[in-house]
């Protein structure tokens, strides 16, 4: 069955960085595109980023751009968001989903890890 | 950005009766390949987000017939045809027309 676990959560100050990897099973994953959506305490869902199979296409919320990267390891079955520079507000639990592009939406997620910026 | 907004943001309901969340967005969602990338998701407390409807009206793997999609261009409705326990939780439209990809305020269904 699809399972997707992620990790790499944890308090961190603000303007430090933090790499968030998602394992990937029960499906090949090198078939499939990705994202991050996030979840802030209380609050509702914002999707983060999206890479391509291949990862030669990748996309990202104006939100975080230019300060986090995502990437995959398809030998790996692994996908990572690198965030830096992390503000108060990116605040949340992270998750990753794998997406359908012809359906044009992500069919499942994993449970989240969760990510805290506080001094 | 394409602004989702979902009506109401609460709903009581009584089990076994019908209840509808109404997702309204700011432009419409055909894509340009004739495709409407309107899903809707599920989230029950202390879990992730799971799959329901994607397309408008089509139901994910596993997901009970009592959940249904409609809509067009801009105005689409989930229908929950007899309301179980189960179905308590938070309810999300969300588009991927066009990025990036946005989603509803979310629609709270507790039993009455």
């Known amino acids: 069955q699809v399972q997707l676990v992620e990790s790499g959560g944890g308090l961190v100050k603000p303007g430090g960085s933090l790499r968030l990897s998602c394992a990937a099973s029960g499906f090949t994953f090198s078939d499939y595109y990705m994202s991050w959506i996030r979840q802030a305490p209380g609050k509702g869902l914002e999707w983060v980023s999206y890479i391509s199979s291949s990862s030669s296409y990748t996309n990202y919320a104006d939100s975080v751009k230019g300060r986090f990267t995502i990437s995959r390891d398809n030998a790996k079955n692994s996908l990572y968001l690198q965030m830096n520079s992390l503000r108060a507000e990116d605040t949340a639990v992270y998750y990753c989903?794998?997406?359908?592009?012809?359906?044009?939406?992500?069919?499942?997620w994993g449970q989240g890890t969760l990510v805290t910026v506080s001094s | 950005d394409i602004v989702m907004t979902q009506t109401p943001l609460s709903s009581p309901v009584t089990l076994g009766q019908p209840a509808s969340i109404s997702c309204r967005s700011s432009q419409s969602l055909v894509h340009s390949d004739g495709n409407t990338y309107l899903s809707w998701l599920q989230q029950r407390p202390g879990q992730p987000p799971r799959l329901l409807i994607y397309k408008i009206s089509n139901r994910f793997s596993g997901v009970p017939d009592r959940f249904s999609g409609s809509g067009a261009g801009t105005d689409f409705t989930l229908k929950i045809s007899r309301v179980e326990a189960e179905d308590v939780g938070v309810y999300y439209c969300?588009?991927?027309?066009?990025?990036?990809?946005?989603f509803g305020q979310g629609t709270k269904l507790e039993i009455k």
């Open positions: 969300t588009q991927a027309t066009q990025f990036p990809y946005t």
């Open positions: 989903a794998r997406s359908i592009a012809v359906a044009g939406t992500d069919d499942y």
